[in-house]
């Protein structure tokens, strides 16, 4: 008989998220009002959609395996050099590359237990070992928690994600500084940024290009391109180097670089959605407080609402489902006591607005 290796072998079948198109065929639906993964709704920038556009004939073409048109633009923007930006297809990809490129089976890498779970997910595929911090009780990734964990079990890798996912926290430079400096020195922090459009850049980390830092970017959020999977790493030329080792080369599609570089240029698109984005999270707070409901304040495009009790908020998120809004919620404490609704148009906020005010109306969820 043909066997995986071991390691493989000893994981439980896994599906780290079950998506819309999954959800519309057990439900029956032909189409939901999709808040449930942070996408954009507010589309690519038009110069991005008219590039791809002008470049479908060209399919039949590889993309540039080296990326090299989209990293000198984005050496540009981050004031480096192109030999310290890594490209590959979303950060989900990128972070594979780390895991695969710095963790040994065995080897333990820390996290932050409930948080973005697709770090973990490539963690035990590689045969490493995760450990997590807890998250402090307002939903706040614990630095102090994890800088404890990372001196006493020393993990090859410490990730974080900051603005956080799924609870939208953001911790301030001055913290991530203190952060950075206090981890032991042959640990790598692998950040990841992946909402870092939303956040002035004054706030976040200065730059830096440490062979013990990788940050992660994507075009994924606030360019609108999830669909196109693109994404990039800033790390030291000797990271990137040793990424060029193992990645795929021809994982990028041409038509996601191409759409990428346009949506570099169109600054003023971006500014667009921040701000709609900043409309829909405004929005939501109102529909909680006048819910009754507590939230936190997220600086990302999605916003968690607390309904108390992870069995609450389950029944809220379902009942919902079958209204036809689709959301998620957080599977860990303290945050799965909430649901997270992606930022949507107006259109999108009234349908979620409308089923929740039915779902808490009726007697299938219970609320104080």
């Known amino acids: 008989m043909i066997r995986p290796t071991r390691a493989v072998e000893a994981i439980p079948a896994t599906t780290p998220f079950i998506g819309p198109e999954q959800l519309m065929r057990e439900t029956g639906r032909r189409e939901l009002v999709r808040l449930g993964a942070n996408e954009s709704a507010f589309g690519p920038s038009p110069r991005a959609i008219e590039a791809m556009r002008g470049e479908l004939t060209r399919l039949s073409w ?49 996290s932050t237990r409930g948080t973005y779970p697709t770090f973990d997910y490539h963690v035990v595929g590689y045969g490493a070992r995760p450990i997590a911090a807890q998250y402090l009780d307002d939903g706040t990734p614990d630095c ?38 206090a981890l032991p020195h042959d640990t790598l922090l ?16 200065p730059l830096a290009f440490e062979d013990r830092l990788i940050r992660l970017r994507t075009f994924s959020k606030a360019y609108g391109m999830a669909g196109a999977r693109i994404g990039y790493a800033l790390s030291s030329a000797r990271n990137v180097a040793t990424f060029q080792k193992i990645r ?19 600054e003023e698109f971006r500014r667009h959605v921040v701000a709609e984005t ?18 936190i304040e997220s600086r990302t495009n999605f916003v968690c609402i607390n309904f108390d009790t992870a069995e609450r908020a389950t ?12 959301i998620r919620k957080p599977g860990a404490p303290p945050l799965d006591a909430y649901v997270r609704v992606s930022a949507g148009t107006e259109p999108m906020r009234r349908a979620f607005e409308s089923a929740l005010r039915a779902v808490l109306a009726g007697a299938q969820v219970e609320v104080p």
């Open 62 to 110: 590889y993309g540039d395996p080296e990326s090299l048109d989209l990293r000198d633009a984005l050496a540009k923007k981050h004031r480096c050099s192109p030999e310290q930006i890594a490209v590959g297809s979303g950060i989900d990809d990128l972070m594979g590359l780390a895991v695969r490129a710095f963790l040994a089976p065995g080897d333990a890498a820390l």
């Open 144 to 181: 102090e928690a994890l800088l404890s964990l990372a001196r006493r079990d020393a993990p090859r890798i410490v990730y974080l994600a900051n603005p956080d996912n799924p609870s939208g926290r953001f911790i301030a430079r001055a913290e991530i500084q203190r952060f950075c400096a």
């Open 190 to 205: 692998l950040l990841d940024e992946a909402y870092a459009d939303f956040v002035d850049e004054e706030e976040l980390l």
């Open 248 to 266: 795929l080369h021809y994982g990028v599609n041409r038509n996601a670089q191409v759409g990428a570089l346009s949506s570099l240029y169109d």
């Open 278 to 295: 900043a409309l829909a999270r405004a929005d939501y707070y109102r529909v909680a407080r006048a819910l009754g409901r507590s939230y």
């Open 315 to 326: 029944r809220v998120m379902n009942e919902l489902l079958a209204r036809g809004v689709w």
